[in-house]
């Protein structure tokens, strides 16, 4: 099986054919099929499940009625515990073949609900065609580029999914409804109101990309919606600096980290962890694996709005959280000062242009933790590599003695593996992943690693 679930097969030989690779979509490791061909080539062919003869033990009926059309997850039909074994094995894959690294220890694997986590998405919006006079809202098919026409999601909140039947109806009744791409969903917590026995639950924000502008009727529709459904609507018109709230006016989405006492304000456009279950367990993880010290310096690279840095700040005595986004480390700025937390400190800058004067001028830090988007951190681990090379004993001062990395890419986790273990002298010591994203391919993963003495 590869990463997308499709199970691969090499063809007998016969003739004069060589023995093609066969990828089958529905396919899983050790199952007899028989399949449809959907794609030929000399040295492969693609195909489509028809017929299972021999299921795999670990196969399960998938839970939502739409896996399979739909294109937001692709492994509801394999068992939790096989999903996440083929995930290791991906990790561990990645780090060999594309680092030749190895981790003296693998971390067990971390993982949360299966279910209802996923509280950021991106929704599309079609028109279905004049005739029918419908409006799509959903995820793209997992083939093609069209609009899944799902009412329900089993991964999205369940009050979200609830609302997606009455997102079509809303954009059915807006005049520019054809100029609406995407709306973009956050989830965020809910403040215990007086009236809120219960306290807590949720506070959803959606962002509706438009391409023209709303007509008055238009706000009105989704001022009542607002209303009628406790959401929060928030409008894009074009880059992510015109993102603005259209009703209520005024407000910020928050999470909080209890095991640090911390709470974090973001806007609907910030970036945020998906998964905010998974996040709390793994900011914990990733400050227990920094092994800290008191009295000691620590750096957070790609930062973001602080996810990392503030529980940090609780724990050591000075932080330094380095972020490209202006809008994200004001937002780090906000929430340290809001936490009261005065140990600690942002920069933003570009981290995919550095140079050794740029890293020295951070000061020296002991840890590091490492949170880069999926292109890696290259041109850090480089630079790093620079220094060990130039082996100027001021300047070796500046490699920490432990980097943890946080990866959502095991590609570009394994190649900048490579060059801190071939390169500049670390061990690796501990990886593992962590399931924040049950029944997708996409692997969070996280790494230690110790600079040799
Ligand atoms: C995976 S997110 C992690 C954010 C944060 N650590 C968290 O847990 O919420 C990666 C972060 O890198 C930032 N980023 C992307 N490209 C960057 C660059 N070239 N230089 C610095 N930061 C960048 C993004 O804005 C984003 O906040």
Redesign the pocket.
Same mark, same amino acid.
């Given at each position: 099986m590869d990463l997308e679930a499709q199970g691969i097969a090499r063809l007998p030989q016969y003739k004069d054919n060589p023995g093609k690779v066969a990828f089958v979509q529905g396919a899983l490791t050790g199952e007899l099929v028989t399949y449809e061909v959907t794609r030929e080539k000399n040295r492969f062919e693609k195909g489509k499940v028809q017929e299972i003869h021999e299921a795999a033990f670990f196969r399960k009926k998938p839970y939502c009625q739409w896996f399979g059309y739909c294109g937001g997850c692709s492994m509801q039909h394999i068992d939790m515990r096989t999903q996440i074994a083929l995930k290791q094995r991906v990790l561990e894959d990645n780090l060999w073949h594309l680092g030749k690294v190895k981790a003296e220890l693998l971390l067990r694997p971390i993982a949360g609900p299966q279910w209802h986590y996923r509280y950021r998405a991106r929704l599309s919006v079609v028109n279905r065609s004049i005739k029918k006079g419908t409006v799509l809202v959903g995820f793209h098919e997992q083939k093609g580029a069209y609009v899944a026409d799902m009412t329900s999601c089993e991964v999205l909140p369940k009050s979200v999914s609830e609302l997606l039947i009455h997102l079509r109806n809303l954009m059915m009744s807006m005049s520019i409804r054809d100029r609406i791409p995407q709306i973009e969903v956050a989830v965020g917590e809910r403040m215990a109101g007086e009236n809120d026995l219960e306290g807590g639950g949720e506070t959803i924000a959606l962002v509706l990309r438009h391409l023209l502008d709303f007509t008055s009727e238009d706000l009105e529709c989704l001022k009542k919606f607002s209303e009628l459904h406790h959401v929060w609507i928030w409008g894009q018109s074009k880059g992510i600096e015109s993102v603005l709230p259209i009703y209520p006016l005024t407000g910020s989405l928050f999470y909080k980290i209890p095991e640090f006492g911390v709470t974090l304000n973001f806007l609907p456009s910030d970036?945020?962890?998906v998964n905010p279950q998974m996040n709390q367990v793994l900011v914990g993880k990733a400050i227990q694996l920094l092994g800290l010290e008191c009295g000691e310096r620590v750096l957070d690279l +790609?930062?973001?709005?602080g996810?990392?840095t503030l529980a940090l700040a609780t724990k050591v005595s000075e932080v330094l959280g380095?972020?490209?986004?202006k809008e994200?480390t004001q937002r780090a700025q906000s929430n340290a000062h809001d936490n009261k937390l005065k140990n600690v400190s942002f920069k933003s800058?570009?981290? +995919?242009k550095v140079d050794k004067l740029a890293l020295l001028s951070w000061g020296v830090s002991q840890r590091w933790l490492i949170?880069?988007?999926r292109d890696g951190a290259f041109e850090i681990v480089n630079t790093l590599a620079q220094i060990k090379k130039d082996a100027l004993s001021e300047e070796l001062l500046y490699l920490p003695k432990r980097i943890v990395y946080v990866s959502?890419n095991p590609a570009t986790l394994a190649r900048d593996a490579g060059v801190l273990v071939h390169q500049v002298g670390y061990e690796l010591k501990q990886a593992g992943m962590i399931n924040m994203f049950p029944h997708t391919s996409h692997v969070e993963s996280i790494a230690v690693f110790d600079l040799k003495i």
């Amino acid at each position: 099986m590869d990463l997308e679930a499709q199970g691969i097969a090499r063809l007998p030989q016969y003739k004069d054919n060589p023995g093609k690779v066969a990828f089958v979509q529905g396919a899983l490791t050790g199952e007899l099929v028989t399949y449809e061909v959907t794609r030929e080539k000399n040295r492969f062919e693609k195909g489509k499940v028809q017929e299972i003869h021999e299921a795999a033990f670990f196969r399960k009926k998938p839970y939502c009625q739409w896996f399979g059309y739909c294109g937001g997850c692709s492994m509801q039909h394999i068992d939790m515990r096989t999903q996440i074994a083929l995930k290791q094995r991906v990790l561990e894959d990645n780090l060999w073949h594309l680092g030749k690294v190895k981790a003296e220890l693998l971390l067990r694997p971390i993982a949360g609900p299966q279910w209802h986590y996923r509280y950021r998405a991106r929704l599309s919006v079609v028109n279905r065609s004049i005739k029918k006079g419908t409006v799509l809202v959903g995820f793209h098919e997992q083939k093609g580029a069209y609009v899944a026409d799902m009412t329900s999601c089993e991964v999205l909140p369940k009050s979200v999914s609830e609302l997606l039947i009455h997102l079509r109806n809303l954009m059915m009744s807006m005049s520019i409804r054809d100029r609406i791409p995407q709306i973009e969903v956050a989830v965020g917590e809910r403040m215990a109101g007086e009236n809120d026995l219960e306290g807590g639950g949720e506070t959803i924000a959606l962002v509706l990309r438009h391409l023209l502008d709303f007509t008055s009727e238009d706000l009105e529709c989704l001022k009542k919606f607002s209303e009628l459904h406790h959401v929060w609507i928030w409008g894009q018109s074009k880059g992510i600096e015109s993102v603005l709230p259209i009703y209520p006016l005024t407000g910020s989405l928050f999470y909080k980290i209890p095991e640090f006492g911390v709470t974090l304000n973001f806007l609907p456009s910030d970036f945020t962890q998906v998964n905010p279950q998974m996040n709390q367990v793994l900011v914990g993880k990733a400050i227990q694996l920094l092994g800290l010290e008191c009295g000691e310096r620590v750096l957070d690279l +790609f930062c973001g709005i602080g996810n990392f840095t503030l529980a940090l700040a609780t724990k050591v005595s000075e932080v330094l959280g380095i972020e490209g986004s202006k809008e994200l480390t004001q937002r780090a700025q906000s929430n340290a000062h809001d936490n009261k937390l005065k140990n600690v400190s942002f920069k933003s800058a570009d981290l +995919f242009k550095v140079d050794k004067l740029a890293l020295l001028s951070w000061g020296v830090s002991q840890r590091w933790l490492i949170d880069p988007p999926r292109d890696g951190a290259f041109e850090i681990v480089n630079t790093l590599a620079q220094i060990k090379k130039d082996a100027l004993s001021e300047e070796l001062l500046y490699l920490p003695k432990r980097i943890v990395y946080v990866s959502c890419n095991p590609a570009t986790l394994a190649r900048d593996a490579g060059v801190l273990v071939h390169q500049v002298g670390y061990e690796l010591k501990q990886a593992g992943m962590i399931n924040m994203f049950p029944h997708t391919s996409h692997v969070e993963s996280i790494a230690v690693f110790d600079l040799k003495i």
